[in-house]
């Protein structure tokens, strides 16, 4: 089952726009991407959140590195062809990208926590995001 989902991922991992060069806007586009896909596949996005609860040391080791690979992947096409020059000339951009990896990762994990089915994931989410990715490009742009 972790294959198929890593299946699943890298196709939609495949249809981010890269040109797409301001990190704002190709964030909320894998966003939509995300929530499209997690609304064809719930059942499968329950499984990887369901993993989390995996006790077994060696099993969580196994699931922990192969969940690292797959979102790993997943990350670099977050960045891959961004236009950093966009960043206001007194902004140090490492630290920046930092806390936007920061605040992404969070506030998918709060949202995910709050779901009891990707069944349930919807429009709410990409919206409440959209309000903190406008907070961040006000502070670094």
């Known amino acids: 089952m972790l294959d198929h989902a890593a299946a699943i991922l890298e196709e939609m991992y495949k249809e981010i726009n890269l040109e797409e060069t301001d990190i704002f806007k190709r964030i909320g586009d894998i966003g939509i991407l995300k929530l499209e ?5 719930p059942q499968v996005f329950d499984f990887l959140k369901s993993l989390g609860n995996e006790e077994s040391l060696e099993v969580k080791s196994e699931i922990e590195q192969k969940k690292d690979r797959m ?12 236009d950093f020059s966009k960043f206001r000339s007194d902004i140090d951009v490492e630290k920046a990208m930092d806390v936007i990896n ?4 969070g506030f998918a994990e709060r949202e995910v926590d709050k779901l009891d089915s990707f069944e349930d994931v ?13 907070l961040l490009k006000k502070c670094f742009y």
Request: glycine share 8%; proline share 0%; net charge negative.
């Open 102 to 105: 920061w605040t992404m990762i």
């Open 37 to 41: 896909t997690q609304q064809t596949y």
């Open 71 to 82: 979102f790993g992947s997943g990350l670099e096409k977050v960045y891959e062809n961004i």
């Open 122 to 134: 919807g429009i709410e989410q990409i919206q409440e995001w959209e309000r903190y990715s406008e």
